[in-house]
């Protein structure tokens, strides 16, 4: 079963606009993890953040963890056409490397 | 290094029928993790084996099974192959270890088409 939702299900903006994605999950955790997934092919990792951070940054991504609310949200800046993606959040318990996935924002970047 | 490499990359099985998938890790890892992804039921963890020693196996029924080697590389096999095990099967690799926070890094997959 799934760890959470991610919202929204599908965003396109156009290159240059910011896009934000929320991903909520259910059980504590040790950390959750962005991942980038092109057309049905491999994960690529973005970032990790561990449950005492409460925010991230790589680059032109910034991640935010609320463990409270526990949820979290990825916000791409000044996107490109080359960030058209699914973007998935998962959620590690740290004593395994067992992921549980979130359902995914699926990203259209308009050129 | 070399990514995480899975073999083959297409199968096309009949019911009843098995299959063994491949796995080989990013050098210096010893962790490799299973997952199917599926439209309806998106990415569902299988398994991790650690070291050769499966630490985390996730709801999946008996027909899912695998192994990993003294030199990393993991193997997966499902036997009497379902339509619905019609899915896209990834492997990672990670450093591993416990008590700690690591990344994955994901192989291309393997699509499984059951017919």
């Known amino acids: 079963s799934q760890q959470g939702e991610e919202d929204p299900q599908a965003l396109s903006i156009q290159e240059g606009e910011n896009a934000t994605m929320n991903c909520s999950y259910k059980?504590?955790?040790?950390?959750l993890q962005w991942y980038r997934q092109n057309s049905g092919r491999g994960l690529v990792h973005l970032i990790l953040?561990?449950?005492?951070?409460r925010e991230k940054h790589s680059g032109r991504l910034r991640v935010t963890l609320d463990t409270s609310k526990k949820s979290s949200s990825l916000l791409i800046t000044a996107s490109r056409a080359a960030d058209t993606a699914s973007y998935f959040c998962?959620?590690?318990?740290?004593?395994?490397?067992?992921?549980?996935f979130g359902t995914g924002t699926l990203l259209a970047v308009q050129p | 290094k070399a990514g995480v490499t899975q073999t083959p990359r297409y199968l096309i099985k009949t019911r009843g029928q098995q299959v063994t998938l491949s796995c080989s890790p990013i050098s210096g890892h010893r962790s490799v993790s299973w997952y199917q992804q599926t439209p309806g039921q998106g990415l569902q963890f299988l398994f991790e084996?650690?070291?050769?020693?499966?630490?985390n196996k996730g709801n999946f029924p008996g027909r899912f099974s695998g192994r990993q080697f003294s030199n990393s590389r993991s193997e997966m096999n499902v036997s009497t192959l379902e339509l619905g095990d019609s899915a896209l099967y990834l492997c990672?690799?990670?450093?591993?270890?416990?008590?700690?926070?690591?990344?994955?890094?994901f192989g291309p997959g393997t699509r499984l088409t059951v017919t």
């Open positions: 953040i561990r449950s005492n951070e």
């Open positions: 084996y650690f070291s050769e020693t499966q630490r």
């Open positions: 059980t504590s955790i040790n950390n």
């Open positions: 990672a690799s990670s450093l591993g270890g416990t008590g700690g926070s690591y990344e994955q890094y």
């Open positions: 998962a959620t590690g318990d740290g004593a395994t490397n067992k992921l549980i």
